[in-house]
């Protein structure tokens, strides 16, 4: 399975940016998927998590202001971020396969200003 990550960009706080993630192979639908994020010199965080099924999780900081989907037949998991923070900015990665997240989508920026 191959991860392919985009719609980073630069935002002023308060906008959006819709992240899209697109998978191939058909594991993925039966798969949980999520974002991750991480911002420079700060630890890795895991921000939104959906299963095969639809459910989702997410962290605390992103709590009403993100939004995690999926498209099982189209292969796609999306994160639609609302009331974007500077806090927000951070290098977002899309993955699949917990808890080892064996596959790996490539990098998105996302830079929030203010």
């Known amino acids: 399975v191959q991860l392919q990550a985009s719609g980073g960009g630069l935002v002023q706080a308060g906008g959006y940016l819709r992240l899209s993630c697109a998978a191939s192979?058909?594991?993925?639908?039966?798969?949980?998927a999520g974002w991750y994020r991480q911002a420079p010199g700060k630890q890795r965080e895991l921000v939104a998590t959906?299963?095969?099924?639809?459910?989702?999780n997410y962290a605390d900081s992103v709590k009403g202001r993100f939004t995690i989907s999926r498209d099982n037949a189209k292969n796609t998991v999306d994160l639609q971020m609302d009331s974007l923070k500077p806090e927000d900015t951070a290098t977002y990665y899309c993955?699949?396969?917990?808890?080892?997240?064996?596959?790996w989508g490539q990098g998105t920026q996302v830079t929030v200003y203010s």
């Open positions: 192979g058909s594991i993925f639908s039966i798969n949980t």
């Open positions: 959906i299963t095969s099924g639809g459910s989702t």
């Open positions: 993955a699949a396969d917990p808890p080892t997240w064996d596959y």
